[in-house]
């Protein structure tokens, strides 16, 4: 049996060093074979905590990146330090080069962190501004239309990433796990404990619909094939099954409490 650990939205940044600790200790208890990390790890010294879960967990870590870990920076420089830490510590993985990875025989693992793409709901109506549009260089300077074709795009770029990686996954394994941040579906969607509305303001800044529409048009050719999807992003945690062969887990978090969301036994 292989013993993986799935964590979302940890932001360590926001947590004491005795809730960190304490955190770390219980990571380590659960005698993980690898860690799942799915994004908002840090939006302060993330590669330093992300050395950190590597050096308490000594097993393999694999990550995808969330909003929060980009905060105060480029997109593209945050991808840039995590690519050099990765070459530095054999044992962190950032899964969008990764590939497909074996975690048993049967089952894979692959991951993007997405973004969540505004295509659910009202957009432009929705009158929501997060913090991300703020607090990410790349998209400080952008109006409400620039802002949307900009998320649209790091959107579809995971869409693409997914269409080039994931059938080769499926052609090869009874089941695949899938990491990412944003929700792919409305219906994996949970916040405040619900599923919002479509005309919900927080829908369109909330999922990813670009990942989701690949994986609906997907997982159909391959029905010999188990996809669970791992996300989180909300902070409200759901199970949603959308197709015989596609499930969505959607983690739970709270700010300063991080705490392991999954152990899965893996034969």
Not at 66 to 79: E, L, M, Q, S, T
Not at 149 to 173: C, F, H, M, V
Not at 220 to 232: A, D, E, K
């Amino acid at each position: 049996m292989t013993r993986v650990v799935w964590l979302a939205d940890i932001h360590l940044d926001l947590a004491s060093a005795k809730a960190i600790d304490a955190f770390l200790e219980a990571l380590v208890a659960s005698e993980p074979d690898a860690v799942l990390i799915g994004g908002d790890i840090a939006e302060q010294g993330l590669n330093e905590h992300l050395m950190q879960i590597a050096m308490r967990a000594e097993v393999p870590v694999y990550f995808v990146l969330g909003n929060h870990d980009y905060y105060g920076k480029h997109i593209a420089d945050v991808r840039a330090e995590v690519r050099y830490l990765c070459a530095e510590v054999p044992i962190l993985h950032w899964l969008p080069e990764a590939g497909v990875v074996p975690l048993t025989e049967e089952t894979a693992l692959l991951g993007h962190g997405a973004w969540s793409d505004g295509r659910y709901g009202d957009y432009m109506g929705s009158g929501v501004l997060l913090n991300d549009y703020v607090s990410i260089r790349d998209l400080r300077p952008l109006d409400q239309g620039e802002r949307w074709g900009r998320i649209k795009s790091l959107a579809d770029e995971a869409a693409l990433y997914l269409q080039d990686t994931l059938p080769s996954a499926l052609r090869q394994y009874k089941q695949v796990v899938l990491l990412t941040h944003s929700p792919p579906f409305r219906e994996a969607t949970w916040y405040m404990n619900e599923i919002p509305d479509w005309d919900d303001p927080y829908l369109p800044h909330f999922s990813c619909k670009a990942v989701g529409d690949v994986l609906l048009d997907m997982m159909p050719r391959f029905p010999q094939t188990h996809l669970i999807v791992l996300c989180g992003h909300t902070h409200s945690g759901g199970r949603v099954q959308m197709l015989d062969n596609l499930e969505v887990l959607t983690g739970a978090a709270e700010y300063g409490q991080p705490a392991i969301q999954h152990v899965f036994q893996l034969a």
